[in-house]
């Protein structure tokens, strides 16, 4: 059973940084991906990044390209996501996840398998 953690998450203003940290109890990921999704109020899951741990490729939605980075520490269990020239419409409840087996289909939320809590994000104008 693993468990995945989140924080810092935030205010802050627009055009300014944040980075979020997921941490993994008990496991080191090993071939695991990790990916982060995000949730605005009344709006459906979306992508944000992700790193396979197989390939040690990234990927990154189109809205954020240029913007976030997803990087990790192996030796701490830890993934990040670096948020830099955020805009009010970044705003969001930011989730972490892991996905046991590598299917390809990283931007599906429905492929990953343990979820954090959830961090807030919020982007003022």
């Known amino acids: 059973q693993v468990q995945l953690v989140e924080s810092g998450g935030g205010l802050v203003q627009a055009g300014g940084s944040l980075r979020l940290s997921c941490a993994a109890s008990?496991?080191?990921?090993?071939?695991?991906?990790m990916g982060w999704f995000r949730q605005a109020p009344g709006k459906e899951r979306e992508f944000v990044a992700a790193f396979s741990w197989s390939g040690g490729n990234t990927y990154y939605a189109d809205s954020v390209k240029g913007r976030f980075t997803i990087s990790r520490d192996n030796a701490k269990n830890t993934v990040y996501l670096q948020m830099n020239s955020l805009k009010p419409e970044d705003t969001a409840v930011y989730y972490c996840a892991l996905e046991r087996y590598y299917s390809g289909s990283y931007y599906d939320w429905t492929r990953y398998d343990y979820w954090g809590q959830g961090t807030q994000v919020t982007v003022s104008s």
């Open positions: 008990e496991r080191t990921f090993s071939s695991y991906t």
